[in-house]
């Protein structure tokens, strides 16, 4: 869902007048334009907008286009991905772009950093060229010296802050095996774990075993393994039954109950590691972004209790590109 | 390791004379020799044994070669390798084989059984070919009359019985996503959550955090994703961590030793559903199998202990082939 009324957004071709309308006093166009890009998983968004531009504003222009994670649908994707987003907003106009600031998901390492910076020099769309972490968006979206804590929780979940000083730390983040507690596939898989348990006569049978096998059109528990082994993305597949454990728990089943309780401890846990290594105070700025903390108000309001924040005191963030134009207007100014 | 000595396994050679030493006293050669394949996971072994061969004998002749799992390497590596195992004991005699018995991994669904019991068949090799899933060999291996429960821990998990009636139950074994819990990959897979929180100070260190780095040979914590989703296969490298949390938990790790008895207490669930949902009596037969049980004696201990069992009321079953050779011989007399 765009979080500006459609109305509101304005298509490439609008951008010329916008530019023209920039031109100064002294007659020479006025070189005040950056472009933001969250390349995630899923998809990818570019923003067009001026140096000076407040963040709730809509873009001059956007276009989004597929996945731009480099690590999970690799390199050569996830920039022709990007590169036709960023088409999608600057193909048509010849604007002099100050900066463009690319906040991706899965270039954590410095490897894929340099390469991607490498790449943004090399379309030559931009005086400078900014590769930043996706998280960084998230938190740059919420606050405007980028400092505080940003708490994701879609497919896979982490914590990650910044303090005055500039220093960065994380908490989660270490993937489907390993990690990423609180998040849907986390959830989703805890919940299918107990349904096998069930199937069993390990648990006692509550809702939960049902409600799942509906979700999977499955007749009987024993078809889960080759469902869930078989699916082409089994992470994905499990990630998107984390809805129906959200609807047991508001139902009242005590499963589904325990495992979004433990799931949202996991969540502030992280939150608090953050805060308590970087010294940030415990009322800083909180910037929540994620399908699921976004979706699900009675888990994102757990997580808060748990922090014993208020829910209004965290900025939501559904378009974690306005920080990756906020990062590129700081950069310009 | 094979558990008899290796100076009393026969090679195939050996065989004719033993088959020659069964001719009865009209001359005419008895037909009484079964063949039994135990078709795992890493590797496939294969006896050929009398009829009437006491279960503690040593075979006939021996042969082993690759996996045989139908459902982890698929169907043609795993019959190549069955069939490679049946050649190694039966190329060189020309005895007449009664039953063939083939006791595989991952034909637990009807369509691979099938599919088992025609491509048996047509090897000709024996008179009668039965196809069984891998842990009725275990139970085999330990029963005499094929009641009670067989418990497995390796690289998953699972408990398997059989009642006086016939009736079969199952609890785990639904895979390293869903379920396994207890065995060397769950085991593993909590130690290296554990250790993230560790990193991440989201949990108090503790030796765990170090142990596992240096069994990757890894200077930071921030190395282990690459490494574990870099892995070809990551679900047995994990597993392969296993043995190191054992040896913290020995050495007093509280976060090791709370992982541990979690494990056991999942396997002696699974036990308890499964004497449960068949009527068994506490007290029936019990047969352990898998390389995490059969070589960690405290864990084992902590799991029989956990089921109000002495170590020694269950039978460890280490060569599971000795239950195909069982249950070839029971359905030959």
């Not at 998230?138 to 914590?159: K, R």
């Not at 900025?315 to 906020?326: I, K």
Request: charged content about 20%.
């Amino acid at each position: 869902m765009s979080p500006y009324p459609r109305s509101r957004a304005r298509p490439a071709e609008a951008v010329r007048k916008s530019a023209a309308s920039c031109i100064g006093s002294r007659g020479v166009m006025t070189t005040d334009y950056v472009i933001g890009v969250d390349a995630g998983g899923t998809k990818t968004v570019a923003w067009l907008a001026g140096t000076a531009q407040v963040l709730d504003d809509a873009p001059v222009a956007s276009a989004s286009s597929g996945p731009g994670n480099v690590r999970s649908v690799g390199f050569e994707t996830a920039v022709r991905n990007i590169h036709s987003a960023i088409l999608g907003i600057s193909a048509e106009v010849s604007i002099p772009i100050r900066t463009l600031c690319i906040c991706a998901a899965g270039a954590g390492r410095r490897i894929d950093q340099t390469r991607l910076q490498e790449w943004g020099e090399s379309l030559a769309v931009a005086e400078n060229v900014l590769i930043r972490p996706d998280v960084e968006a998230v938190l740059a979206s919420a606050s405007p010296d980028q400092t505080g804590v940003a708490l994701i929780s879609g497919t896979g979940s982490l914590a990650w802050g910044r303090n005055a000083d500039g220093q960065t730390r994380r908490a989660g983040g270490w993937g489907y095996l390993m990690g990423d507690e609180g998040s849907a596939y986390d959830i989703a898989r805890r919940a299918l774990q107990c349904a096998s348990q069930m199937a069993d006569g390990r648990r006692e049978k509550t809702p939960l075993l049902p409600v799942l096998l509906d979700a999977l059109k499955l007749q009987h528990a024993s078809e889960l393994v080759p469902v869930i082994y078989g699916a082409s993305q089994p992470k994905h597949e499990i990630a998107q039954l984390a809805v129906h454990v959200f609807a047991c728990a508001v139902k009242g089943d005590t499963v589904s109950e325990a495992i979004i309780a433990d799931a949202a401890n996991s969540l502030s846990a992280m939150v608090a590691a953050v805060t308590r290594k970087l010294h940030l105070p415990t009322d800083c700025p909180l910037a929540i972004a994620g399908s699921v903390l976004i979706h699900q108000h009675m888990y994102r309001q757990r997580v808060m209790n748990s922090l014993h924040r208020s829910d209004e005191s965290a900025t939501l963030v559904e378009q974690p590109v306005r920080g990756a134009v906020r990062v590129a207007q700081m950069a310009t100014s």
